[in-house]
């Protein structure tokens, strides 16, 4: 496993379920004070946040969270349960920790290496709706364990044999063939966890595994875990906001938390006895967290440190830096294809996103081919072309909230060293190239002979391959911004507004020379420009175009002043656009992959920290 090779300086410890040797991981935290700085109302660079102070979340915690036993951390809503999670997880900001440290088996955590050899779920569940609960787990089987048979996750067979023992553990058999949007919350709950287990972390943290569930489904995965934690010595943490009877009786520590500070850390039979000591009486049907909570004040945070945490000596010393880093668990190459694979299924199981889009790209080939059909004149068919690329740029921004809830999951799944962002990137591109070529012909194919275009094979193929460099673009546009925008509300105006700058700066309606010189580079950046021209250089340039009379003196039958070519040198354009502006337009589609690529990168960055 992955934890062989990372923290490898911190020594191992004998199974106690038999002779199998692993790693068993003691977190600590010495004295810990936590901030989030003020922020701005309106941007960043404002100042609006001036006279503002940070807010101190978390205040001189110290605790301990061992191996083989469900430590929980309580407190009421705002006490700093989760922030304290996160930074025994490893996610938290590291410049926002003000004092104190954190600590694995006595040594300060390398939180990039401490994230790949733990398992951490938050309280939000992401998923794939679209998938399985058994290919949920295979393909994070298929992901995270380096499985034997050349290519790690290549060899499904072994993913699928983890997933199978994980859905028996966890309960999950009976709805395996069942897709995530259609099983229940408890099951749901319990598949996330299972995609945090398949690489059998060593430490297991949770964010109210419990939260919005109904007392017996709670009950089921509290137990789940207790039980974990006892047969293999995993270090399990869970945040849990009220439990009950039932579930108390299978935690073996708390953390109580109040306004960011300890106020006790021990079992709760030493909970009980410092309430009575205090001349509190717990009434026989309240448990005592819950009246704990209720009496907060009267637990002083000093006293609850000094009696429960014990010393531990560092088994040995290393800088965090030092000692080998795990790699991932597949190459590139074999991420790509794990991860085009489920992107794949995801896309045909998404009705708006395929058989939708299929049937859209027929129907408005059609409709609007019927509107333009049999169009000669020059005013039309420009106005054909220009309308064609609105529709084509528009009609993309379908897939930006498919985006931005896969960059939820990205964010989650690269922190944890499931696999490299590039590969991301590069299987969703390598995804939508098909899937758009057959939405590029679906629409090509009628709309070009009923407006009556060139009739030459040629000219159609060169058509359709100008409309799904154009779908290409656009999509890459619109992962580009998805990888920026906060939300779908603000990436949507995003992309409207800028794909009407484009349009505008297209030179169709305000010509190139007649712009602006402080918007000449508007021009030239706009999506618009290279496909109207490439459309109209395939439709009115060569030995055909020449021949074709667009204007005539006197009539019809008059002397032609305006043919194709006339056209093409009224307009700056040349007969080498036709190849010119297709690559400009791959270059669009590379450019935004990449800048994606950076953006994504950039934000997995600061999640990971």
């Known amino acids: 496993m992955e934890e062989a090779t990372v923290m490898s300086q911190l020594g191992r410890s004998k199974d106690s379920g038999g002779g199998r040797r ?87 955590m390398d939180a990039a290496g401490f994230r790949r050899v733990s398992g951490y779920v938050p309280q939000d569940d992401a998923l794939f709706p679209a998938l399985t609960v058994e290919e949920s787990l295979v393909y994070s089987a298929r992901l995270r364990l380096r499985l034997r048979g050349g290519g790690g996750g290549g060899t499904p067979s072994g993913a699928e044999h983890r997933a199978r023992e994980l859905m028996a553990e966890l309960g999950l058999a009976h709805v395996a063939a069942s897709r995530v949007a259609d099983v229940s919350g408890g099951e749901r709950r319990r598949v996330s966890i299972g995609m945090d287990l398949v690489h059998d972390p060593a430490v297991l943290l949770l964010d109210e595994p419990t939260s919005g569930l109904d007392s017996g489904s709670a009950l089921h995965i509290v137990k789940m875990l207790r039980d974990m934690a006892a047969a293999h010595a995993k270090t399990v943490v869970l945040t849990i906001h009220q439990p009950g009877f039932r579930i108390l009786e299978l935690i073996d520590r708390v953390v109580l938390l109040a306004d960011g500070a300890v106020r006790h850390h021990g079992s709760l039979d030493f909970l009980q006895s410092r309430l009575i000591a205090t001349g509190h009486a717990i009434p026989a049907h309240v448990n005592v967290l819950e009246y704990a909570m209720e009496t907060i004040d009267s637990l002083k945070p000093d006293v609850a440190v000094a009696t429960a945490v014990t010393t531990i000596t560092a088994a040995t010393p290393a800088n965090r830096q030092d000692g080998p880093r795990a ?23 998404t009705p708006q996103l395929f058989a939708a889009r299929m049937a859209q790209s027929v129907l408005v080939g059609a409709f609007l081919g019927s509107i333009f059909l049999g169009t000669t004149d020059l005013q039309s068919r420009l106005g054909f072309f220009a309308f064609n690329l609105t529709y084509l740029l528009t009609s993309t921004t379908e897939a930006l909230p498919v985006f931005l809830h896969e960059r939820r999951i990205l964010e989650r799944e690269t922190s944890r060293g499931a696999y490299r962002v590039s590969s991301y990137v590069a299987s969703n591109a390598a995804v939508f190239l098909p899937f758009l070529l057959a939405a590029a012909v679906l629409y090509a194919a009628p709309v070009y002979w009923l407006v009556g275009l060139a009739r030459e094979p040629a000219a159609f193929a060169y058509f359709a391959l100008v409309v799904w460099l154009v779908m290409l673009t656009a999509n890459s546009f619109v992962a580009c911004l998805s990888a920026l925008a906060p939300n779908y509300i603000v990436g949507n105006s995003i992309v409207a507004g800028l794909i009407g700058c ?34 109209v250089v395939n439709e009115y340039g060569g030995a055909r175009g020449a021949r074709e009379c667009l204007a005539s003196a006197g009539g019809a039958g008059g002397l032609c002043v305006l043919d194709g070519a006339g056209l093409l040198r009224q307009q700056g354009m040349r007969e080498g656009m036709r190849w010119s502006n297709l690559g400009v337009m791959l270059g669009f589609v590379v450019g935004y992959r990449v800048l994606c690529f950076v953006i994504l990168s950039f934000r997995c960055h600061r999640t990971g920290r």
């Open 22 to 108: 692993r790693q068993r991981y003691r977190i600590e935290t010495r004295a810990l004070s936590y901030v989030l700085p003020p922020r701005a109302l309106l941007v960043p660079w404002s100042s609006a946040t001036k006279g503002k102070e940070e807010r101190l979340l978390l205040r001189g915690v110290t605790c301990e969270a061992p191996p083989g036993e469900l430590l929980a951390v309580v407190g009421p809503s705002g006490a700093g349960k989760t922030t304290l999670l996160s930074v025994l997880a490893g996610s938290a900001d590291p410049a926002r920790v003000v004092a104190g440290e954190v600590l694995v088996n006595g040594v300060p």
């Open 327 to 349: 790699g991932y668990a597949n190459s590139p190459a074999a991420e790509v294809r794990i991860l085009a694979g489920r992107f794949v299924k995801t896309v045909l199981r």
């Open 502 to 535: 484009f349009f505008l700066f297209s030179g169709y309606f305000v010509a190139s020379k007649n712009i602006p010189r402080y918007w000449v580079f508007m021009h030239y950046a706009s999506l618009f420009k290279y496909p109207f021209e490439a459309l």
